[in-house]
């Protein structure tokens, strides 16, 4: 019976409850005008946009994943969540802005104004953000 209580939500798991609380420190990213002052922040310290799609299960499977393993400092880079469905016009100029091909999932590391790591689906858990900081 263990399993279908934790399937259906039954059991109660502090291990699953921390793993479900623990979140990234993401601000939202909802204008176009936002790329310009992330652009000009990034001179400061990194800034990355993790462009999700809410209907897609495999952006919300990368989206938890990134979730359950940031442990970076809120003070070492600025972390930007782009809904590609809500704000699609952003998404298209944040492609034209720093030159990358449009995928979803996507995480763009930015650095002094321009793209210096990118990566789509899966390996956006295998980016290492400390190397930018």
Same mark, same amino acid.
């Given at each position: 019976?263990?399993?279908?209580?934790?399937?259906?939500?039954?059991?109660?798991?502090?291990?699953?409850?921390?793993k479900l609380a623990k979140v990234a420190p993401w601000i939202?990213?909802?204008?176009?005008?936002?790329?310009?002052?992330?652009?000009?922040?990034?001179?400061?310290?990194?800034?990355?946009?993790?462009?999700?799609?809410?209907?897609?299960?495999?952006?919300?499977?990368?989206?938890?994943?990134?979730?359950?393993?940031?442990?970076?400092?809120?003070?070492?880079?600025?972390?930007?969540?782009?809904?590609?469905?809500?704000?699609? *016009?952003?998404?298209?100029?944040?492609? #034209?802005?720093?030159? =990358?091909? %449009? +995928? &979803? *999932?996507?995480?763009?590391?930015?650095? #002094?104004?321009?793209? =210096?790591? %990118? +990566? &789509?689906?899966?390996?956006?858990?295998?980016?290492?953000?400390?190397?930018?900081?």
């Amino acid at each position: 019976m263990g399993i279908f209580n934790r399937l259906f939500g039954k059991e109660n798991n502090s291990e699953s409850e921390k793993k479900l609380a623990k979140v990234a420190p993401w601000i939202p990213l909802a204008s176009v005008d936002q790329l310009a002052i992330i652009k000009e922040r990034s001179k400061a310290r990194p800034q990355v946009i993790f462009k999700h799609s809410t209907t897609c299960g495999i952006s919300r499977m990368v989206m938890n994943r990134f979730n359950e393993g940031y442990d970076i400092s809120k003070d070492s880079l600025d972390l930007h969540y782009l809904d590609l469905h809500q704000y699609r *016009p952003v998404s298209n100029e944040t492609s #034209n802005v720093f030159g =990358v091909v %449009h +995928e &979803s *999932p996507q995480l763009l590391v930015i650095k #002094n104004g321009v793209v =210096v790591a %990118h +990566e &789509s689906h899966g390996a956006i858990t295998h980016l290492d953000l400390n190397k930018y900081i």
